[in-house]
């Protein structure tokens, strides 16, 4: 059974920092693109940020600057570091895999998808 497995957030003062990691079992995920979503209470799921295999990265406009997406191969997980946290960064952040890296930022129709953990910045 493949798994994508979110873990790191929790509750953080604005202008912190939070690391949040996703470890896929189940299958290799060789050459899959993996990358982060958000989802803040009454919202729509947002597209954050999109790791390739190969380590191409891209993100969304707000977060730029702040986060940095990463992933370790060896180990099938992705980490998204986040500093300088803004109370509008609260959210249930996901992760995601899918086999094509040009799909992630759409975040339609993706392979896979964890359960999220939720990211709490106070002011």
């Known amino acids: 059974q493949v798994q994508l497995v979110e873990s790191g957030g929790g509750l953080v003062q604005a202008g912190g920092s939070l690391r949040l990691s996703c470890v896929a079992s189940?299958?290799?995920?060789?050459?899959?693109?993996m990358g982060w979503f958000r989802q803040a209470p009454g919202e729509e799921r947002e597209f954050v940020a999109a790791?390739?295999?190969?380590?191409?990265?891209s993100y969304t406009g707000s977060v730029e600057g702040r986060f940095t997406i990463s992933r370790d191969n060896l180990k099938d997980t992705m980490f998204l570091q986040m500093n300088d946290l803004k109370p509008e960064d609260t959210a249930v952040y996901y992760c995601a895999a899918d086999s094509a890296y040009f799909r992630i930022p759409t975040g339609r129709s993706l392979n896979y998808w964890g359960q999220g953990t939720q990211v709490i910045v106070s002011s």
């Open positions: 790791i390739s295999w190969t380590g191409t990265t």
């Open positions: 189940g299958r290799t995920f060789t050459n899959y693109a």
